[in-house]
């Protein structure tokens, strides 16, 4: 079970974004991904491995954590960063998604 | 460009089946694993299950609430993977998304009500 917290993430464009993700269990490999939503779109891809960044995600979005905890950074909010966040272990037997992470602009 | 189209959404009754098909370009498809997966209204991501590589024997895995209901296959000449969907119950209403590592369709609705 993947648990995500806050639920939901007031904050103003220009401020700094930490979303966290737990999980019941150690994750192996350190296989967790982070995904953005917006309404009405497909999921997309932000970071896989815990911190490495997917293709043409900039810089300012960055992974960290191990075993069991691990964060979505976001440095300086851009208004177009407003959306739904959801963590993703992912391993051979399975995936499994965390419940989100509304961002919402204050 | 990678392009990844999902196609078979529609109106089904419970107990019903569907089938769901998923077709990728611009990539070897042959290599990858695609995985479904599917958002009920309003609600988050629910990873569905997936189909390993031939070379990885072609395998199968699938979450708990769709086992024994839900079959997926490949046909790696057509570049697409198929999502077979038996007994359909309402709880199954959602938008279903077709991944392919990074690469995500932008979904087609199955609608389960009578």
């Known amino acids: 079970v993947l648990t995500q917290s806050p639920g939901t993430l007031s904050l103003s464009p220009g401020e700094r974004a930490t979303l966290s993700c737990r999980a019941s269990q150690s994750v192996s490999n350190n296989y967790v991904a982070w995904y953005q939503q917006k309404y009405g779109q497909a999921p997309r891809l932000l970071i896989y491995g815990a911190s490495s960044r997917a293709t043409g995600i900039p810089d300012r979005f960055s992974g960290s954590g191990s075993g069991t905890d691990f964060s979505l950074t976001i440095s300086r909010l851009q208004p177009e960063d407003f959306a739904v966040y959801y963590c993703?272990?992912?391993?051979?037997?399975?995936?499994?998604f965390g419940q989100g992470t509304r961002l919402e602009i204050k | 460009e990678i392009q990844v189209v999902e196609s078979g959404g529609g109106l089904v009754q419970p107990g019903r089946s569907l089938r769901l098909s998923c077709e990728v370009s611009g990539l070897r498809f042959g290599d990858y694993a695609p995985t479904w997966v599917r958002q009920a209204p309003g609600k988050g991501l629910e990873w569905v299950g997936f189909?390993?590589?031939?070379?990885?024997?072609?395998?199968?895995e699938y979450a708990a609430s769709v086992r024994g209901r839900f079959t997926i296959s490949r046909d790696d000449s057509k570049a697409t993977v198929y999502l077979q969907m038996n007994r359909l119950e309402i709880e199954d209403t959602g938008v279903y998304y077709c991944?392919?590592?990074?690469?995500w369709g932008q979904g087609t609705l199955v609608t389960v009500s009578s």
């Open positions: 189909i390993r590589s031939e070379l990885k024997g072609g395998t199968t």
């Open positions: 993703q272990q992912y391993g051979r037997s399975g995936i499994t």
């Open positions: 991944s392919v590592e990074e690469w």
